[in-house]
């Protein structure tokens, strides 16, 4: 048996299972490493489609100069971090990744400045550290636990993922 999938709805999917997998073990904002509990018409509303956000269509050249832009007012060093868009890597015109490890107290310090800095661009929020602006979505989070890196214990990963989901 096939499925058809839009490919809109394949790169929501995507998107998803990417966060899922690049923020597992995501601490509170509290610290204790526990995810907030969620009310049931919170949840259900999270379920439902966002309305599109309208503008002029935004180049991934434009939507990575906004995440440096963001993390530079958010305190944080883009050149300290790695980015999809870094020297020897090929950039992928539909997704702009960014990863620093820092310590914990200043990731903690800097989601909600890199939160602000983003609705000050004209991202939308559309759920706890999660923003939308004409096609593209964004993420951020913090993790003192990684798969994929060796954290010590006063660090934290800090992602900033962004996906273009294409014109819908």
């Known amino acids: 048996m096939h499925i058809r999938v839009r490919p809109q709805t394949a790169a929501v999917i995507s998107l998803a299972a990417s966060a899922v997998l690049a923020l597992a073990g995501c601490s509170s904002s509290d610290g204790s490493g526990a995810a907030a509990p969620k009310p049931a018409a919170a949840a259900s509303q999270s379920a439902k489609p966002s309305a599109k956000?309208?503008?002029?269509?935004?180049?991934?050249?434009?939507?990575?100069?906004?995440?440096?832009?963001?993390?530079?007012?958010?305190?944080?060093?883009?050149e300290k971090g790695k980015g999809s868009g870094d020297a020897n890597t090929t950039k992928n015109a539909s997704v702009v990744d960014w990863t620093a490890v820092t310590t914990t107290q200043q990731a903690e310090w800097a989601l909600p400045r890199?939160?602000?800095?983003?609705?000050?661009?004209?991202?939308?929020?559309?759920?706890?550290?999660?923003?939308?602006?004409?096609?593209w979505v964004l993420l951020i989070g913090s993790t003192k636990q990684s798969s994929t890196v060796n954290l010590k214990s006063s660090e934290s990963l800090l992602t900033v993922n962004v996906t273009y989901l294409g014109a819908g």
Do not use: C
């Not at 180049?59 to 530079?72: F, Q, T």
């Not at 890199?114 to 096609?135: F, N, V």
């Open 114 to 135: 890199l939160g602000e800095q983003l609705k000050h661009l004209g991202w939308r929020e559309t759920a706890p550290q999660s923003y939308e602006k004409t096609d």
């Open 53 to 78: 956000a309208t503008g002029a269509p935004l180049g991934r050249d434009a939507v990575d100069d906004e995440v440096k832009s963001s993390l530079r007012a958010a305190g944080l060093d883009p």
